[in-house]
């Protein structure tokens, strides 16, 4: 079923409207045609007047000779029938009316009556001064108000309802094509490289298929900008990276004398470059590929005791300086495993940085349907400024905070296996350190 602000109702309400229009404009426009000439106009009245009172004036001056003499001429000049009549419908003229003529007479009407049948052509007689005889008379071409009937016709029946079509697909073309259009160049500019090109709010701010088409091509587009610049900065800090293992590599094997402390050193660069690649493509498969993993509850204090450990295990350090400050009750709703690496990444990121004798803390609270969790650690925090760019790839704050080893992957990657299970991952100086801010449905 077409949604409310779907094209086929909009679609459907311009043809219904059109046709309503055009049905209207057909009764009401021939309505007024036939009013406009179903009687004739003050000013071929007054000439059928004037015909008249020559024929009274002939009829009184000359007689029966005056009258045909007249009559003569005016059907010589208008090139119609004319005859003068008593009130018993006897002609005035030397020559009596016919039989045909006296049945003519059964059909004429007053110069304010009814024009009669739109295919008839009225004869009309106009009585004179003395209200006895009259002129009876074909009405002349000239001053027939049908005269221009059928140009009328023509141009509201044929012209008038063809150019209110053009209208109609004017402002279809404008509605429905020149969108299609803006999305046609702008597809055009994508596929020759125009990594940019977006159809624009014009389109976009349409509520019906045509927006809904521009919104997904400028997401689509705008996906598709990002990926290709992440790929190719990614290839750029990956190049670099790879050359100071690939140095000391070249180094080590120029200067090394003792094979044992050379097949050491190759060991872990080697080691140290099979990080850096499964980081990275790890951090690649997140962002292009953006998969949806199942989701289950968790218990997050009971996560946080095996990460502790983990963490323990690999720096040495106390199970006490990795507090837990978490109510028991604390469950979200997410994915295990990409839950686990975020924190694992988060906490390595933050022994990384804390001084020796420093201690990293997890809290939280409820915050209506979501868990706002947060890990601090007491390394001093970094410059307001590069808060966000510590979750880019390859991005190492040295100057600010211990610890510079590390490809800077950590937090980039635990912010993208967060967003894959629907959470957000950002972060602020604490009142010792940093602090991370995870916010995760809830159980």
Avoid at 91 to 111: D, G, H, K, N, V
Avoid at 134 to 141: A, I, K, N, S
Avoid at 169 to 182: N, Q
Avoid at 349 to 361: L, Q, Y
Wanted: glycine fraction near 10%; charge should be neutral.
């Amino acid at each position: 079923m077409p949604t409310r602000h779907s094209l086929f109702w909009k679609l459907t309400g311009a043809l219904a409207l059109f046709c309503l229009l055009l049905a209207s404009l057909h009764l009401d426009l021939g309505r007024w045609m036939n009013e406009a000439t179903s009687r004739l106009p003050e000013s071929s009245r007054q000439i059928m007047i004037s015909y008249a009172r020559d024929a009274e004036s002939a009829w009184r001056e000359r007689g029966a000779q005056g009258v045909d003499e007249y009559l003569r001429r005016l059907r010589e000049r208008e090139q119609v029938w004319a005859v003068v009549v008593d009130a018993a419908g006897e002609s005035l003229a030397l020559q009596p009316l016919s039989a045909e003529e006296r049945e003519r007479l059964s059909f004429i009407r007053p110069l304010r009556g009814l024009m009669g049948r739109p295919t008839g052509w009225p004869t009309f007689y106009i009585p004179f001064s003395d209200g006895e005889h009259r002129l009876v008379m074909e009405l002349p071409q000239e001053l027939s108000p049908r005269k221009y009937r059928e140009l009328w016709e023509l141009l509201l029946q044929r012209i008038l309802p063809a150019v209110l079509a053009v209208l109609l697909g004017v402002l279809l073309y404008r509605s429905l094509i020149a969108p299609l259009g803006a999305l046609h160049r702008q597809a055009l500019a994508l596929s020759a490289g125009k990594l940019g090109a977006r159809v624009g709010e014009q389109v976009t701010a349409r509520r019906d298929e045509l927006g809904e088409l521009g919104r997904a091509f400028d997401h689509m587009a705008g996906r598709l900008e990002h990926t290709v610049a992440f790929q190719r900065q990614l290839l750029r800090d990956l190049s670099h990276e790879l050359r100071t293992p690939l140095s000391r590599l070249r180094v080590a094997g120029e200067c090394a004398s003792d094979l044992e402390l050379l097949r050491d050193r190759l060991e872990r660069e080697v080691q140290c470059m099979q990080r850096l690649v499964d980081d990275t493509l790890e951090l690649v498969w997140m962002d292009t590929e953006r998969p949806q993993p199942p989701l289950e509850d968790i218990d997050v204090p009971a996560l946080w005791g095996v990460i502790s450990e983990n963490a323990c295990f690999e720096s040495g350090w106390s199970a006490e300086r990795l507090r837990c400050e978490l109510p028991a009750e604390c469950r979200v709703r997410g994915h295990l495993n990409g839950l686990a690496q975020a924190l694992e990444n988060i906490v390595r990121n933050a022994i990384r940085h804390s001084p020796p004798d420093g201690e990293i803390h997890l809290g939280g609270r409820r915050d209506g349907g979501f868990w706002q969790l947060h890990v601090e650690d007491q390394g001093g925090g970094v410059p307001v400024a590069q808060l966000k760019a510590i979750f880019h790839p390859f991005t190492r704050l040295n100057a600010s905070r211990p610890g510079g080893d590390g490809f800077g992957l950590g937090l980039a990657i635990a912010r993208g296996a967060l967003r894959i299970q629907g959470g957000v991952l950002w972060a602020e100086n604490g009142e010792a350190g940093l602090r991370l801010n995870l916010r995760l449905p809830s159980v």
